[in-house]
């Protein structure tokens, strides 16, 4: 693949994959609360509105549930929605028109109808979030026969899988993590889509196979530096698409390494990381032991105060800490020192 | 079919319409005890006329959207009555290949745009489908069916302000039966006015009585607005269920409510009046044709074949077309 | 034990407990769509409504939403509401207070709250329930910290669970599914609980450990039966119980058997056995390699007509035809024929 | 201080409290630059007078739910200050030990039950509180305060609905500021009348401008009202935020709206409006007074610890207290 030269953040990625879907094909339509006001939904819809008019790019009534059933209304007549959260908390007044209608219309209703929509939610973290501004709920999505999931952890993955959603014929649940939001990195100018279904090993490694979602693949990252000073060899993968899932390529790894640890952005009961242990097991826990680990959110609420948020998430210490002892076989008692040049992590591909 | 109250004249078009929903559910009804129909059924036998009325104004290109009782609306809409029965016997020829049953009827190439048994859900649909109508600067509208137990629903509420706001090309319908299961509207609602719902949103709105005529006329005023483009409009039809909720019988043994209450409708019955309105041989002729055409569909059912194990995986996602 | 020596069905077993609950204490109230009607929701809330006046017991307009508010509240003022769903489909319109308010409120309210709340959710199946009518959810509510959920299988159980949940002082969500309210079994006429937390192993076995959901379990007794036929001897175990989650009865069981089936009432995909295979794996994944299978909903909506639903169930020989190829670690390619004389189940104890 | 619109005189009591209010939330502002502050601030500048209003009448016993704009109704119903700016801080002393935060405060104790960050949600749990005084016999009554953008959601019709049907105990406050975030309220309803979409449903509902001798007589009635037994009642109290959406500065410069629609509001300011009403002597004692609890206030939270890591854990679940 040739190098991209180009630099631009994940709000611009996301903005420009819109932008340019929305000139390719009248169809698409872009709605959800606050998207046409000053703040633009971190930038990512800025300048939309000016472009292709309040017809297509509107602000709507705090009405959750009527609008996603709109949105639905909508695509079944043709349009493309992309309807927009700013928090996946609110996800929870729709889940009847997403889990019990957009997942099911298409089988329901024989194929006469598709529903090609595409829901951005958005997950948050700090400065006091607390409980209800925080969740990372993709594995309700996740749960669903009907509905696919990506969580894209990088500006090329943003642009790319974003217009792979719009293009889908079926409801996609877009995650996007508010700390991705900050990351630079190459981005194409040109239109190209990151197909559904697809992992992507970013590191390889021997020892253990780290998986991260969202925005703990940024830890994973961090974890692996850690670890490469007491020798533990990562192999790290970006499973970029929840569902579909690509299972062999994280099967392939662990086969290789014999321990899997599964770093989530959601708690890990019931969650992504579940699935993916359990899929791993099932197809080849018969053969050989395997040491797994879930790491994710505490399993408690939210707090707000940062002294107790910091024990909520995994970080790249915590992670490191976890896996050696998962490689070791025992409690190592190791907990590396915070590094200062870990604190920017930018993925430079390759794609 | 002796005595009429109303002295209008319907056209045999309304009675044939009116007819064959009626002998379509009395015919499911029929069946029913056999097992041979494999999905529970809301049957609209009395409140037929609201459908029809409804549905006579509106082009094949407008849409429908509608509950789970949504037999009369998706007939009266011009839904294929095969496909339907088919789909009721969970046969690979029904509307959905037998995964969707009586509680998900659909036909898309006639504007029936899908049923949903959760109720209330697919009024946001229809705001959604009338959105896409406004930006296509189309002429067609949509009509939105539900029961007025689905105005107990938050998203009802919400369709209505969005509906209102963007000034959308849809006709709401609210088939008002009294109840929702076997609980009636004075206990739900402590005043019983759903019609002023909509008219507080800036939504011109009417209560619509027990009859065909007024009916016809008060439905044909609105579709007309709506395609004028002059916004949303609502009607509250005030209606009753004949039958049990679901199922094919009565319910009057359930002590929720007499048969009492239930006469006045039964004299009021739209499709006698509609009849009684015809000359004999005409009507007779009508009844045959629609008596034929039942039968057909009915025999289409039994003899189409189950959908066979592969199709159980089969349409989970859409294939891309392009 | 002593032995049990009346019988009832399942249904009485719920009316009962619920009657002697709120004759115990008058802040127990019981109300949800229909629950005053006629059919008196299978009849497990029959004969409630004369006893206990329309204040304690009342139906509800179609507001799931502001309904579970309601009840939050109810609880916040020392009521100790049981909210009642016929279908649990429907949860997915009160997701929002479920999931945002109940589960959080006692943490995010730094303890000055209580949230008492039991939801009592039904499970459909066949005729033509279909898409909407059909789902078994609990996962999500085992995705978030907060709540408890149970999912008896008995009269014994759904008794003891139900004054359990009634008395905690937590949100629980309690799952019915509609084939067991016709099952009948001992049921002491005194009141007494079922703690949180605790599975039972129902059958011993050494050859694989089947853990069984709600409904699934007569199903994975039935498989028993047919794996006996061809010498398989299967450990059955009911967990009750799937938050709190025994999973130490389940790890001490697959030791032994080296091999783990969950058969779920649900969706497989971040489901519940994706929960319990993650952490039996977890636990003893390092120490032997374990054959794991996960047996729940077909991947797909539920379609009504009997040709497809009969294949989106597991059912006894499937189970049974499944598990012996998980313990042969091939395929067999054996169904059992149906048998007769398995068609009713009944657990008589020991409880 | 120099000149008053209004010829009414006020109690020092409402001085007292408006001023507390006011004061409280310029600080929170004047600290947040600071980052000592560890929660995102709604603040409620210049929609003090409804919550003080509304809460005069009240009784130390009847409860109030709040939005996460809750620090004006959380102080006028009587909620500690220092659990409070412990709360914002993070403090282990706070409210919710630094579990809630500042969009979650509660003070059971002073009847305050909890405020919610999402949108809408908390006004359900106010009929589900009053429907238990109601069951109870209580004379106790419940106030649910929301803002204008909480009724878009269909939970706040669903919840009128149940209000009027069980006649229940409680006064509903919609604090129209006209803005939801950046979104006026002529985007979001095709028409503006939010008080009568309670009254469609039978409650007694009253807009009531910004005057504060209107705000203190309305109140009163209306608590007296809900009080006798008479059901829900519902104020919608037409009022402005001064100050951005979230944090502590103004937000004029993002253009969607303008000084000059502010001025007339900042012209009518309650604060300052009560505090001309009283002589100078007793007024400097007042903000005296107020002056020295809330520097000890913010000092209790500056000096408060962290909570411990064993907290993150702890309160999950309830513990069984019988
Ligand atoms: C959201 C939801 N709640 C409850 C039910 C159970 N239910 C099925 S039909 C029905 C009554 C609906 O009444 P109405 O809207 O008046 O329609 P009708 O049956 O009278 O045509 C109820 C409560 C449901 N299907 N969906
Ligand atoms: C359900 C939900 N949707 C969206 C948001 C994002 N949001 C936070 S505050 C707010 C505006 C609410 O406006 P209003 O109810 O008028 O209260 P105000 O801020 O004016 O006091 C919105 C849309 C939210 N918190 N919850
Ligand atoms: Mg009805
Ligand atoms: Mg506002």
Same mark, same amino acid.
């Given at each position: 693949?040739?190098?991209?030269?180009?630099?631009?953040?994940?709000?611009?990625?996301?903005?420009?994959?819109?932008?340019?879907?929305?000139?390719?094909?009248?169809?698409?339509?872009?709605?959800?609360?606050?998207?046409?006001?000053?703040?633009? @939904?971190?930038?990512?819809?800025?300048?939309?509105?000016?472009?292709?008019?309040?017809?297509?790019?509107?602000?709507?009534?705090?009405?959750?549930?009527?609008?996603?059933?709109?949105?639905?209304?909508?695509?079944?007549?043709?349009?493309?929605?992309?309807?927009?959260?700013?928090?996946?908390?609110?996800?929870?007044?729709?889940?009847?028109?997403?889990?019990?209608?957009?997942?099911?219309?298409?089988?329901?209703?024989?194929?006469?109808?598709?529903?090609?929509?595409?829901?951005?939610?958005?997950?948050?973290?700090?400065?006091?979030?607390?409980?209800?501004?925080?969740?990372? =709920?993709?594995?309700?999505?996740?749960?669903?026969?009907?509905?696919?999931?990506?969580?894209?952890?990088?500006?090329?993955?943003?642009?790319?899988?974003?217009?792979?959603?719009?293009?889908?014929?079926?409801?996609?649940?877009?995650?996007?993590?508010?700390?991705?939001?900050?990351?630079?990195?190459?981005?194409?100018?040109?239109?190209?889509?990151?197909?559904?279904?697809?992992?992507?090993?970013?590191?390889?490694?021997?020892?253990?196979?780290?998986?991260?979602?969202?925005?703990?693949?940024?830890?994973?990252?961090?974890?692996?530096?850690?670890?490469?000073?007491?020798?533990?060899?990562?192999?790290?993968?970006?499973?970029?698409?929840?569902?579909?899932?690509?299972?062999?390529?994280?099967?392939?790894?662990?086969?290789?390494?014999?321990?899997?640890?599964?770093?989530?952005?959601?708690?890990?009961?019931?969650?992504?990381?579940?699935?993916?242990?359990?899929?791993?097991?099932?197809?080849?826990?018969?053969?050989?032991?395997?040491?797994?680990?879930?790491?994710?959110?505490?399993?408690?609420?939210?707090?707000?105060?940062?002294? =107790?948020?910091?024990?909520?998430?995994?970080?790249?210490?915590? @992670?490191?800490?976890?896996?050696?002892?998962?490689?070791?076989?025992?409690?190592?008692?190791?907990?590396?020192?915070?590094?200062?040049?870990?604190?920017?992590?930018?993925?430079?591909?390759?794609? | 079919?002796?005595?009429?109250?109303?002295?209008?004249?319907?056209?045999?078009?309304?009675?044939?319409?009116?007819?064959?929903?009626?002998?379509?559910?009395?015919?499911? %009804?029929?069946?029913?005890?056999?097992?041979?129909?494999?999905?529970?059924?809301?049957?609209?036998?009395?409140?037929?006329?609201?459908?029809?009325?409804? /549905?006579?104004?509106?082009?094949?290109?407008?849409?429908?959207?509608?509950?789970?009782?949504?037999?009369?609306?998706?007939?009266?809409?011009?839904?294929?009555?095969?496909?339907?029965? %088919?789909?009721?016997?969970?046969?690979?020829?029904?509307?959905?290949?037998?995964?969707?049953?009586?509680?998900?009827?659909?036909?898309?190439?006639?504007?029936?745009?899908?049923?949903?048994? *959760?109720?209330?859900?697919?009024?946001?649909?229809?705001?959604?489908?009338?959105?896409?109508?406004?930006?296509?600067?189309?002429?067609?509208?949509?009509?939105?069916?539900?029961?007025?137990?689905?105005?107990?629903?938050?998203?009802?509420?919400?369709?209505?302000?969005?509906?209102?706001?963007?000034?959308?090309?849809?006709?709401?319908?609210?088939?008002?039966?009294?109840?929702?299961?076997?609980?009636?509207?004075?206990?739900?609602?402590? *005043?019983?006015?759903?019609?002023?719902?909509?008219?507080?949103?800036?939504?011109?709105?009417?209560?619509?009585?027990?009859?065909?005529?007024?009916?016809?006329?008060?439905?044909?005023?609105?579709?007309?607005?709506?395609?004028?483009?002059?916004?949303?409009?609502?009607?509250? /039809?005030?209606?009753?269920?004949?039958?049990?909720?679901?199922?094919?019988?009565?319910?009057?043994?359930?002590?929720?409510?007499?048969?009492?209450?239930?006469?006045?409708?039964?004299?009021?019955? %739209? *499709?006698?009046?509609?009849?009684?309105?015809?000359?004999?041989?005409?009507?007779?002729?009508?009844?045959?044709? *629609?008596?034929?055409?039942?039968?057909?569909?009915? %025999?289409?059912?039994?003899?189409?074949?189950?959908?066979?194990?592969?199709?159980?995986?089969?349409?989970?996602?859409?294939?891309?077309?392009?």
């Amino acid at each position: 693949m040739s190098a991209i030269t180009r630099t631009i953040s994940y709000v611009d990625a996301i903005r420009e994959a819109t932008d340019l879907e929305m000139a390719r094909d009248e169809a698409v339509i872009l709605f959800g609360l606050d998207v046409d006001d000053p703040k633009a @939904i971190q930038g990512t819809t800025r300048g939309l509105l000016e472009k292709y008019g309040a017809e297509r790019v509107f602000g709507t009534p705090l009405s959750e549930d009527a609008m996603t059933g709109a949105a639905i209304g909508m695509a079944m007549a043709g349009l493309r929605p992309i309807h927009v959260h700013i928090r996946m908390d609110f996800l929870l007044l729709c889940m009847n028109q997403l889990i019990n209608i957009a997942a099911k219309a298409h089988y329901m209703y024989g194929a006469q109808v598709r529903v090609p929509l595409v829901v951005r939610s958005m997950i948050g973290r700090s400065w006091g979030q607390g409980a209800q501004h925080s969740q990372g =709920l993709y594995s309700y999505f996740m749960h669903v026969p009907g509905m696919k999931v990506v969580a894209p952890t990088n500006p090329h993955d943003a642009k790319g899988t974003l217009i792979a959603a719009i293009r889908d014929d079926n409801p996609v649940m877009y995650v996007e993590h508010r700390f991705l939001h900050f990351q630079k990195g190459p981005v194409p100018e040109e239109s190209y889509v990151v197909e559904p279904g697809r992992a992507r090993v970013l590191e390889e490694g021997s020892d253990v196979t780290i998986v991260g979602i969202s925005q703990a693949l940024v830890e994973s990252v961090r974890a692996a530096r850690y670890l490469e000073s007491v020798g533990v060899k990562a192999e790290i993968i970006d499973p970029i698409w929840l569902a579909p899932l690509d299972i062999d390529t994280i099967v392939e790894s662990v086969k290789k390494t014999g321990a899997l640890c599964v770093v989530d952005n959601g708690w890990t009961s019931c969650g992504a990381g579940a699935e993916i242990v359990a899929r791993v097991i099932e197809t080849i826990g018969a053969i050989q032991p395997i040491r797994v680990l879930r790491l994710g959110f505490a399993a408690t609420t939210c707090p707000p105060t940062p002294s =107790l948020e910091e024990h909520f998430y995994p970080n790249g210490q915590t @992670i490191a800490s976890a896996v050696y002892d998962l490689v070791s076989g025992q409690a190592r008692g190791w907990m590396p020192d915070e590094r200062a040049d870990l604190k920017e992590i930018e993925f430079r591909g390759p794609f | 079919m002796q005595h009429s109250q109303s002295s209008s004249s319907f056209s045999p078009d309304i009675f044939r319409d009116l007819y064959r929903i009626r002998r379509v559910e009395e015919e499911v %009804a029929r069946v029913y005890p056999t097992d041979r129909i494999k999905s529970p059924v809301h049957l609209s036998i009395g409140q037929e006329a609201i459908s029809v009325a409804v /549905c006579k104004p509106l082009r094949a290109d407008d849409i429908v959207f509608l509950s789970y009782r949504s037999h009369a609306g998706y007939l009266a809409k011009g839904g294929d009555l095969r496909a339907m029965i %088919a789909e009721l016997y969970g046969k690979a020829t029904g509307s959905a290949q037998g995964k969707g049953g009586s509680m998900h009827l659909v036909d898309v190439a006639h504007g029936v745009m899908g049923a949903s048994a *959760v109720v209330g859900t697919t009024i946001p649909h229809a705001i959604g489908y009338a959105y896409a109508m406004k930006v296509r600067r189309e002429d067609r509208i949509v009509v939105c069916f539900f029961g007025d137990g689905a105005t107990d629903e938050g998203v009802f509420d919400e369709s209505l302000n969005f509906a209102a706001l963007k000034r959308l090309p849809i006709l709401f319908v609210c088939e008002n039966n009294s109840y929702a299961i076997h609980t009636h509207q004075s206990q739900r609602h402590f *005043v019983s006015n759903i019609a002023e719902r909509a008219r507080v949103r800036g939504i011109p709105s009417e209560v619509v009585e027990d009859d065909l005529a007024a009916l016809l006329t008060r439905a044909e005023a609105a579709v007309a607005a709506v395609r004028r483009g002059e916004g949303p409009r609502f009607l509250e /039809c005030v209606t009753y269920r004949w039958k049990e909720h679901v199922g094919p019988g009565d319910d009057f043994h359930l002590g929720y409510r007499t048969r009492d209450e239930a006469e006045p409708w039964y004299a009021r019955d %739209a *499709v006698r009046i509609a009849g009684d309105a015809l000359d004999a041989a005409e009507r007779q002729r009508i009844i045959d044709d *629609v008596e034929k055409e039942i039968a057909e569909a009915f %025999a289409f059912a039994e003899e189409s074949p189950f959908p066979g194990k592969e199709e159980l995986m089969k349409n989970v996602f859409a294939e891309a077309r392009r």
